[in-house]
Nanobody, 127 residues
Framework: QVQLGESGGGLVQAGGSLRLSCAAS????????MGWFRQALGKEREFVAT????????IYADSVKGRFTISRDNAKNTVYLQMNSLKPEDTAVYYC????????????????????WGQGTQVTVSS
């Protein structure tokens, strides 16, 4: 069983930055893809970014390209999401997720491709 825990959320002004962290316990995750999703009030959970097990491949939602960076430190079983130039529309609960099975590029944006989820961390961006 895998447990994921997010941290780093908070309140920030538009244009500011935050770095989210997701630490995994229960097993090593170097072989598994990790993703970040977010869910705003009244909206569906949406894809933000994903990174391959070795960290060599990253994919981003169009809405965050150029502003967010996903990275991982497998020695620490941790994945990060650096968020710069934050906008009010980035306000959401951010979740990290781990996919046990191979996740091709065509499927990384689907919540169904991931097996374990954290409890989420709130990010609020004020205008």
């Amino acid at each position: 069983q895998v447990q994921l825990g997010e941290s780093g959320g908070g309140l920030v002004q538009a244009g500011g930055s935050l770095r989210l962290s997701c630490a995994a316990s229960g097993r090593t995750f170097s072989a598994y893809a990790m993703g970040w999703f977010r869910q705003a009030l009244g909206k569906e959970r949406e894809f933000v970014a994903t990174i391959s097990g070795a960290g060599g491949n990253t994919i981003y939602a169009d809405s965050v390209k150029g502003r967010f960076t996903i990275s991982r430190d497998n020695a620490k079983n941790t994945v990060y999401l650096q968020m710069n130039s934050l906008k009010p529309e980035d306000t959401a609960v951010y979740y990290c997720a781990l996919g046990l099975a191979y996740v091709p590029d065509t499927s990384v944006r689907s919540v169904r491709s991931y097996d374990y989820w954290g409890q989420g961390t709130q990010v609020t961006v004020s205008s």
